[in-house]
């Protein structure tokens, strides 16, 4: 079992910067890939990116590659996600996700989820 909590979401005008940060519960949480995903209104969620278990690998989605950032500290049980030059199409629900098993990279999924945290980003 891990419970993840999402923070750090908010309005930011376009061209700006966020950092989220999501908490994970459990002493495991090294043994653990994790990702991003978002969901805007009327909109399939969507795989932004994801960091294997020890920080030492990232893959993003095109539409971010080159302006977010994943990182972790595992010290902290914390994975953030900073995000740069943002523009409106970037607004959506942001979700943590934790795999034991498999890169959300690869199935575009995963085993747990946080509650989301809402970012708007204006024109």
């Known amino acids: 079992q891990v419970q993840l909590v999402e923070s750090g979401g908010g309005l930011v005008q376009a061209g700006g910067s966020l950092r989220l940060s999501c908490a994970a519960s459990?002493?495991?949480?090294?043994?653990?890939?994790m990702g991003w995903f978002r969901q805007a209104p009327g909109k399939e969620r969507e795989f932004v990116g994801d960091i294997n278990w020890s920080g030492s690998s990232t893959f993003y989605a095109n539409s971010v590659k080159g302006r977010f950032t994943i990182s972790r500290d595992n010290a902290k049980n914390t994975v953030y996600l900073i995000m740069n030059n943002l523009k409106p199409e970037d607004t959506a629900v942001y979700y943590c996700a934790a795999d034991r098993t498999t890169r959300p990279a690869v199935t575009k999924s995963a085993d747990y989820w946080g509650q989301g945290t809402q970012v708007t980003v204006s024109s």
């Open positions: 459990g002493r495991t949480f090294s043994n653990y890939a």
